[in-house]
């Protein structure tokens, strides 16, 4: 079965910073871009940022350049998002998704559940 | 940024009835379109992809069309568990994804 679990999300104040896991089961994943995806509570979707197979090529929305780093480890099937200088506004459910193929700009077939993620002092 | 705009923000239709929900870009995106639906409290499904393929287990009723900078998602006869919210988003570039269009009963 293909599973995508999110892990790491929590309650941080202001300016702090917090680790995004994303632990990957059921399909080959260095075949595979990944990518990020929130969605603060009762609004759409907002892509945040994307990585391909072999992290040659890698992208972020604009409201997280600078501050949020995407990586991948294909050896522990394991994806991951760095957010340093957190702001109220990044406030969202933070979801996991695959592409439906190597290239890293694409759909997404398959999402984890979502970690939160709450900056509030 | 390539900006997507859905139309209408909120769509009232019968039970049995055809949708049929709009997306536009704000420059060419090629067939690089998909469409998405989420169920309140639920992840994202993907239902349309490359602008007119229906994703793995997507039933019939659900076709997609367009291309350039204009698509449209046509849900032919309308079930209850039709009535969600659905988004449509570019991967022509970095992926952006459309306000949403909300389905309701008329």
């Known amino acids: 079965e293909v599973q995508l679990v999110e892990s790491g999300g929590g309650l941080v104040q202001p300016g702090r910073s917090l680790r995004l896991s994303c632990a990957v089961s059921?399909?080959?994943?260095?075949?595979?871009?990944m990518h990020w995806v929130r969605q603060a509570p009762g609004k759409g979707l907002e892509w945040v940022s994307g990585?391909?197979?072999?992290?040659?090529?890698?992208g972020y929305a604009d409201s997280v350049k600078g501050r949020f780093t995407i990586s991948r480890d294909n050896a522990k099937n394991s994806l991951f998002l760095q957010m340093n200088s957190l702001r109220p506004e990044d406030t969202a459910l933070y979801y996991c998704?695959?592409?439906?193929?190597?290239?890293?700009?694409?759909?997404?077939?398959?999402w984890g559940q979502g970690t939160m993620v709450t900056v509030s002092s | 940024e390539i900006v997507m705009t859905q139309s209408p923000a909120t769509l009232s239709v019968s039970p049995g009835e055809r949708a049929t929900l709009s997306c536009r870009a704000s420059q060419s995106v090629s067939t690089k379109l998909a469409w998405y639906q989420q169920i309140p409290g639920q992840t994202p499904r993907l239902l349309i992809y490359?602008?007119?393929t229906r994703a793995t287990g997507i039933p019939a009723r659900f076709s997609g069309s367009g291309s350039g900078t204009e698509f449209t998602l046509t849900i032919s006869s309308l079930q209850s568990e039709d009535f969600v919210v659905y988004f449509c988003q570019q991967y022509n570039d970095w992926p952006t994804f459309g306000q949403g269009t909300k389905l309701e009963i008329k």
């Open positions: 059921g399909f080959t994943f260095d075949d595979y871009g």
């Open positions: 990585i391909g197979w072999n992290s040659g090529v890698i």
């Open positions: 490359g602008a007119s």
């Open positions: 998704a695959k592409s439906i193929s190597v290239a890293a700009k694409n759909a997404f077939d398959i």
